[in-house]
């Protein structure tokens, strides 16, 4: 039998009396709904986790979130075997201009930096972009306030019959943040903004979720590069689950 003993922020875990690891639970500031969990075992047994989270869950009745490399099979199965499911992969990719694989097409690119009217419509525009693509895993919780002091200071935007139709928040070599108003429009402005970025740095580097099709297909422009990738696991089921 699986024994939880809480501290704070961290529950202790025992098996027959024997201490196994603990967990660390803590919140997001700006992402609240989800507690992401850090896990210290000092062995994993896949056996306990289902019982183990299940407990969890009545403890705190609160959807639970972890990010793990996703070469970390163990602990992968550690939490799928518990109930948690997969909602998201991110990648980490650095690249060079030699790995680039699109057709090299050019836009009318304009930039706007901090305190600038254009500025503020992108910084609107990307904050309702953001909120859509992390609903349906935990969901934006702060204000818009919060979020624009995430944003780098340079905007690099499209404008089509007066209207912006594509941006990106840059930093140094960084892609911070991206948006398009449609994949039919994206092509030519992720051509012209590789390559500017390219003429800049001999690398860049953007962060990448699966469920943010912008990235996705900046990352699938990039045929040869280096990345990492991380997974992150949800658990939902109620304190009610399995009843």
Excluded at 136 to 162: C, H, R
Aim: aromatic fraction near 14%.
């Amino acid at each position: 039998m699986v024994e939880l003993t809480q501290n704070d922020c961290h529950i202790s875990v025992s098996m027959e009396g024997e201490y196994i690891g603990s967990i660390h639970l803590y919140e997001n500031p700006y992402h609240k709904r989800n507690l992401y969990i850090d896990l210290d075992f000092k062995r994993l047994d896949s056996a306990i986790s289902a019982e183990l989270f299940y407990k969890m869950a009545r403890i705190k009745n609160r959807p639970f979130q972890a990010m793990v490399s996703s070469k970390d099979v163990s602990i992968v199965d550690f939490l799928t075997s518990g109930g948690f499911v997969l909602a998201r992969r991110s990648f980490d990719v650095t690249a060079s201009g030699d790995s680039y694989m699109g057709t090299n097409m050019t836009a009318d690119l304009h930039h706007a930096h901090f305190g600038e009217s254009k500025y503020d419509i992108c910084c609107n525009i990307m904050y309702e972009r953001y909120i859509k693509t992390h609903q349906a895993i935990n969901p934006w919780t702060a204000s818009l306030k919060d979020f624009l002091t995430k944003l780098p200071g340079e905007v690099i935007y499209e404008m089509q019959n007066g209207r912006i139709v594509n941006l990106a928040f840059v930093e140094e070599n960084e892609i911070a943040y991206c948006y398009s108003y449609g994949e039919e429009l994206f092509d030519r402005f992720a051509s012209a903004l590789l390559s500017l970025l390219f003429s800049r740095h001999d690398l860049i580097y953007f962060e990448c979720d699966d469920c943010d099709w912008v990235f996705m297909k900046l990352r699938g422009m990039l045929g040869s590069h280096c990345e990492e990738s991380f997974d992150t696991y949800i658990y939902k089921k109620s304190a009610d689950a399995g009843n």
